[in-house]
């Protein structure tokens, strides 16, 4: 069991290794899906033979899976696949275009196996001063994929992101300190001080003036990552400058790796503080994200920032879910997770072939998607329907889920207030994107997607809609054990 | 639990390792020429690594001995010294005169903060037992200083210095219980800041190349 949880973290470093001794970037590229395919394999055989067994340890607790990590290691790792083979597709058509010199090939995907190998091990760990140094190092690495194109905007916003993630993510380093400190009143064995299982079993022995501060530092400091207004400035640059299978790859793993580490957080302090403390928090951080992202989506312009947008407002919806909490909040945070990775990494990829064909990144000279390139233009449209939340997709039952949750552990001011703000953030997103669908398409035309762009696509709008009509029961029983877990 | 407590020897030199920090800390937010900015920071990492060995000397312990060295020959001398040789010889940077507020407003942010540290981490809030607990709101101040001057300096190397001292802070509250925090994890943390520094420096040659300045005033490309 111990290898499986190895070999899910090394699958995709398969293509850091072929990159790094020189393979082109198909032959890399197929060896970076090949390998998120054994990471994801490895996943699924985790969750079908553990999950009904206790935690899985190794390492004196540096090793540690349980439910939550699973669940959190099957989105990281389904999001890598589609990404990895997106990003065959991608970086081939741009290098024949002469925009990406095979150097610039190799370092993408140097870094991009080693971003997604260092997410997946922050998910198996159960040691908090663990979790932050690999959440810090998957920064660095997916730093790289930022700058890549070495553009004048490129740099800015790789430099952006890395002073910025990396300051917040010492914030969370200065809250992992003070948990510890709560805790300095345990004689604890050395192994276990910062091991959180340790620590959310005996939650009821921590100081809780210490823990208060604690869990603030880590929703301020991760939150940084997971792109929490007001931290979440260096956000949109960094999706709308990196190649779009790398920003994939932010919106639908960083983010949701960041969430994990304060779920950890949340957990042990809703054990000792209670509702009221944790719940203020993530509402009000929760319903400034939603209130920006949404403000933000009004403006028309370049169409990956306004999805990196609709990200922001996401989390702050999961934010919000994670505050109303129950059973059904948890519940609904966990499967918008999911919903919200598996769409945005659609669109993501979406983007990449809208911009190869185009030239720009800019939604207003983009018309005429549906009759220039059905396949991109249908996708677009589909997988925009889906991140906004209509039915019959994904996003609509879990964000349903999450009202619901609203109006049965709060007052209903805070859904009402919820379903508001996504019905504007639906006219504001999607007024953008029909208009990039519908009307006439440019006379001249510039590449065309690969064939192989259309897989990741299609794969994804289809699980989005399973997920819209019917929750496999395995997956059902994973979330609730989840939520067991943290509660 | 092994513990210092506050009136021993290397009690007494932690607290005062962990005022002089903070009193750099300030020398950095009041210091104009962008030399004596760097030399700070370096001092400061100077003074740490000194209280890290008063550590590892109550502590008996290896790994903390380890850290000292490390923060002595990379913070203390190996990062002054190459930011000075890129700022003054590379960039022929003199003075960083390019600050968003005035001197003596950011001191008396910085003055602020380090009362607010207090505010929120005085001594009787922590839980009881707990050893060196003055040295909490100290590294806590210095944290916030170093976020201050990462925000009131425009240059990029000023801000990515500014990151350091944050670094730092958590680092000398790190110390006073490090006996017992898990020494993979201090050394991860120490790995990620090198190659953290390694990767901005990247950064800020190509920014310098392309732009003929790395002032993070410069930077006006993406908004909104």
Redesign the interface.
């Given at each position: 069991m111990i290898l499986l949880m190895i070999l899910t973290v090394a699958g995709p470093l398969a293509g850091t290794v072929a990159a790094a001794c020189g393979a082109r970037a198909r032959p890399a590229g197929w060896m970076a899906s090949a390998g998120a395919l054994v990471s994801l394999t490895c996943a699924v055989w985790l969750l079908v033979t553990e999950l009904h067994r206790v935690p899985l340890r190794g390492w004196g607790g540096y090793l540690y899976l349980d439910s939550l990590s699973c669940f959190f290691l099957l989105t990281v790792a389904a999001v890598t696949l589609l990404a990895s083979v997106g990003s065959v597709a991608y970086l081939s058509a741009e290098q024949d275009a002469g925009r990406l010199s095979a150097f610039q090939v190799r370092i993408y995907y140097v870094f991009f196996g080693l971003f997604a190998a260092l997410m997946l091990a922050a998910l198996e760990t159960g040691n908090l001063g663990l979790l932050f140094v690999l959440i810090e190092a998957s920064t660095l690495a997916s730093a790289a994929l930022v700058g890549l194109e070495a553009r004048a905007s490129s740099l800015e916003a790789a430099w952006k992101y890395v002073i910025i993630s990396s300051f917040g993510v010492t914030i969370a380093l200065a809250g992992t300190l003070f948990l510890y400190y709560s805790a300095s009143g345990l004689h604890l064995a050395a192994d276990y001080r910062l091991a959180w299982p340790y620590l959310f079993s005996h939650a009821g022995a921590l100081a809780p003036q210490s823990l208060r501060l604690a869990f603030l530092l880590a929703v301020v400091g991760y939150g940084t990552k997971v792109g929490l207004a007001p931290m979440h400035t260096w956000l949109p640059d960094a999706h709308a400058e990196a190649p779009s299978p790398a920003s994939a790859m932010l919106s639908a793993a960083l983010l949701n790796t960041g969430m994990y580490a304060i779920i950890r957080f949340l957990a042990i302090a809703h054990a000792r503080l209670g509702d009221g403390f944790p719940r203020a928090v993530l509402l009000t951080f929760g319903f400034l994200s939603i209130v920006i992202g949404v403000l933000f989506m009004i403006r028309r312009g370049n169409f990956k920032r306004l999805f990196a947008y609709s990200s922001v407002e996401h989390m702050g919806i999961i934010a919000v879910a994670l505050g109303f909490g129950g059973l059904l909040g948890l519940y609904g945070a966990l499967l918008q997770t999911l919903n919200h990775a598996i769409a945005k990494a659609v669109l993501f990829l979406t983007s990449g072939d809208v911009s190869l064909r185009y030239r720009t990144r800019e939604a207003a000279e983009v018309t005429g998607l549906l009759a220039a390139v059905p396949v991109t233009g249908g996708a677009l449209l589909l997988g925009s329907f889906a991140v906004l939340g209509s039915p019959p997709f994904g996003v609509f039952l879990s964000e349903l889920t999450i009202v619901r949750a609203g109006f049965a552990t709060s007052s209903p001011v805070f859904p009402l207030l919820l379903l508001a703000l996504l019905a504007v953030a639906f006219v504001a997103f999607a007024r953008t994107t029909v208009a990039m669908v519908t009307g006439r398409p440019p006379d001249e035309s510039g590449l065309a997607a690969p064939r192989a762009a259309a897989v990741p696509l299609g794969v994804g709008l289809v699980a989005l809609l399973v997920l819209g009509l019917w929750i496999p029961a395995g997956l059902d029983t994973l979330i609730r054990h989840c939520v067991a877990v943290i509660s | 639990?092994q513990s210092l407590s506050a009136t021993s020897a290397a009690g007494v030199l932690l607290d005062l390792s962990g005022v002089v920090i903070l009193l750099l800390a300030f020398a950095c937010l009041g210091s104009k020429l962008f030399n004596r900015y760097v030399a700070y920071y370096g001092a400061q990492s100077v003074v740490l690594s000194f209280a890290a060995g008063v550590a590892a000397y109550a502590f008996h312990s290896i790994e903390l001995w380890i850290l000292a060295v490390a923060t002595l020959a990379i913070k203390g001398i190996g990062i002054p010294v190459s930011a000075r040789r890129l700022l003054m010889q590379r960039l022929d940077l003199k003075r960083d005169s390019a600050l968003s507020t005035g001197l003596s407003t950011s001191l008396i942010a910085g003055g602020a903060l380090t009362a607010f540290a207090y505010l929120?981490?005085r001594p009787q809030?922590?839980?009881?037992?707990?050893v060196a607990a003055a040295v909490?709101p100290l590294s806590?101040a210095v944290?916030l200083l170093g976020?201050l001057a990462?925000v009131v300096r425009r240059h990029?190397v000023a801000?990515?210095i500014g990151?350091l001292i944050?670094?730092n802070?958590?680092f000398l509250?790190?110390i006073t219980?490090v006996a017992?925090?898990?020494f993979?994890?201090e050394a991860?943390?120490f790995?990620?800041l090198v190659?953290?520094v390694l990767?901005?420096l990247v950064?800020?040659s190509?920014?310098t190349r392309?732009?003929a300045s790395a002032s993070?005033a410069e930077?006006r490309?993406?908004q909104?």
């Open positions: - | 639990m929120v981490t809030l922590l839980p009881h037992g707990l909490v806590t944290i976020g990462m990029t801000q990515l990151w944050v670094e802070g958590v509250g790190a219980l017992t925090f898990p993979i994890v991860g943390i790995l990620d190659a953290g990767i901005m950064f800020v190509g920014l392309r732009l993070a930077l490309e993406l909104g």
